[in-house]
């Protein structure tokens, strides 16, 4: 299966590589990005998207900024790069990784005592960040994969693949690990409107890798559900406090259908997509602009009149968890969350 990375350091030109998702699936487009302006659009355009790609994304933002910053004495220096961290931080509030691998990588550049040394600590903590998002994604697959029966369709939401991360996925991770394995697996992805990273994404990488994908509208997931044709749903998380799931908006539907209907619903996600110190209350979820909405390419689908909410992610409260499947272990329900938490890198 293809182990293309989805986004990487370019170490001859000194830029951060990635896959422009907004292009998928017509066209196939690497960006060569050369400032933290350009990263800053590009996260909030969905170039780069999915929790883990993001926490990658963001520590490489501040390799970034290090590598651009002009040289001068290095209080004014880390200073400056700080203040491009926290530019880059906000484009998007509801994935914790981005926070996560900006600050991962600040800290690690903290106590540099040249630009020079900076700046080989600001990139070395990405790379490790972006290598170990790999190993997590293929610890999740394995463990995940044992939850799945020899024969199994999965429902997804959204895109939790190798898209969504540095590579292989987390919930599309469980796939191909249970794919390896010598199961047969095939998924139906919701479309997920209104930008469609089931329909354009999900089913882009799992054809690109041979795997069965049926695309389906939003709607009829829950009807799939009662005719028997979904054996279990499993999706990715932006975030998990101890009260809930932050996922595409979306899942809580799913969640709640599933429940109806005795199927179980994973979630699939690495560590460094919990937040200890938060609960539902607390957390921003991201509002997206209404032409997301009331566009579908250059047709207009909404009267201008008709006001328009666009909240781009969900909550689902845990007891709708079945299990989260971890780079560390599963943890079943009734899901209590800080049993991970007490193991390091833990928010
Ligand atoms: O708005 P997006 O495309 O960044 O939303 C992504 C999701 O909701 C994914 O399901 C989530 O980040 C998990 S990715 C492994």
Same mark, same amino acid.
């Given at each position: 299966?293809?182990g293309? @990375?989805t986004?990487?350091?370019?170490?001859?030109a000194?830029?951060?590589?990635?896959?422009d998702?907004?292009?998928l699936?017509?066209?196939y487009r690497v960006?060569?990005?050369?400032?933290v302006?350009?990263?800053?659009?590009?996260?909030?355009?969905?170039?780069?998207?999915?929790?883990? @790609?993001?926490?990658?994304?963001?520590a490489?933002?501040?390799?970034?900024?290090a590598h651009?910053?002009?040289k001068?004495?290095?209080?004014a220096?880390?200073?400056?790069?700080?203040?491009?961290a926290?530019?880059l931080r906000?484009?998007?509030p509801?994935?914790?990784?981005l926070g996560w691998g900006i600050?991962?990588?600040?800290?690690k550049?903290?106590?540099a005592d040249?630009? +020079?040394s900076?700046?080989?600590?600001?990139?070395?903590?990405?790379?490790?960040?972006a290598?170990?998002? #790999?190993?997590c994604c293929h610890a999740?697959?394995?463990k995940?994969?044992?939850l799945?029966h020899?024969k199994? +369709?999965l429902l997804t939401?959204c895109?939790a693949?190798?898209?969504a991360c540095?590579?292989?996925g987390? @919930?599309l991770g469980?796939?191909?690990s249970?794919?390896?394995?010598?199961?047969k697996?095939?998924?139906?992805?919701?479309e997920?409107r %209104?930008?469609l990273?089931g329909?354009?994404?999900?089913?882009w990488e799992?054809?690109r890798d041979?795997i069965?994908? #049926?695309?389906?509208t939003?709607?009829?997931?829950?009807?799939?559900?009662?005719k028997?044709?979904i054996?279990?749903?499993?999706v990715?998380?932006?975030?998990i406090?101890?009260d809930?799931?932050?996922?595409?908006?979306?899942?809580?539907m799913h969640?709640?259908?599933?429940r109806?209907?005795?199927i179980p619903?994973?979630?699939?996600? %690495?560590?460094? #997509?919990?937040?200890?110190?938060?609960r539902?209350q607390?957390?921003?979820?991201?509002?997206?602009n209404?032409?997301?909405? #009331?566009?579908?390419g250059?047709?207009?689908?909404v %009267?201008d009149?008709?006001?328009?909410?666009n909240?781009?992610?969900? @909550?689902t409260?845990?007891d709708l968890?079945t299990a989260?499947?971890?780079e560390?272990?599963?943890?079943?329900? %009734?899901?209590?969350i800080?049993s991970v938490?007490?193991?390091k890198?833990?928010r």
């Open positions: 299966m293809n293309t @990375a986004l990487w350091w370019n170490k001859e000194g830029s951060l590589c990635y896959i998702q907004t292009s699936p017509e066209k960006v060569e990005c050369r400032s302006g350009r990263l800053v659009k590009a996260i909030g355009r969905l170039e780069i998207r999915g929790a883990p @790609a993001l926490g990658v994304a963001g490489y933002g501040v390799a970034l900024a651009v910053c002009p001068k004495n290095i209080d220096f880390l200073s400056d790069v700080s203040r491009d926290e530019i906000v484009t998007r509801t994935a914790v990784n600050d991962r990588v600040l800290q550049i903290a106590s040249s630009i +020079t900076a700046r080989l600590l600001a990139l070395g903590e990405a790379e490790a960040i290598h170990e998002d #790999t190993a999740i697959g394995q995940g994969a044992d799945l020899d199994t +369709t939401h895109n693949g190798a898209l540095s590579s292989w987390t @919930a469980v796939v191909r249970a794919i390896e394995s010598g199961k697996v095939n998924v139906f992805a919701c997920t %209104p930008l990273q329909s354009r994404l999900t089913a799992l054809i041979g069965d994908v #049926t695309v389906i939003d709607s009829a997931a829950a009807y799939l559900m009662r028997h044709i054996d279990a749903v499993l990715g998380a932006d975030r406090t101890r809930v799931v932050f996922n595409k908006i979306g899942t809580y969640a709640v259908c599933a109806y209907h005795d619903f994973y979630v699939a996600a %690495p560590l460094s #997509t919990f937040d200890k110190q938060k539902e607390d957390v921003i979820i991201e509002e997206r209404r032409e997301e909405v #009331t566009r579908m250059i047709r207009c689908v %009267p009149a008709a006001r328009v909410k909240y781009a992610f969900d @909550a409260p845990m968890v989260i499947i971890t560390r272990g599963v943890l079943h329900a %009734p899901v209590n800080d938490l007490s193991m890198n833990i």
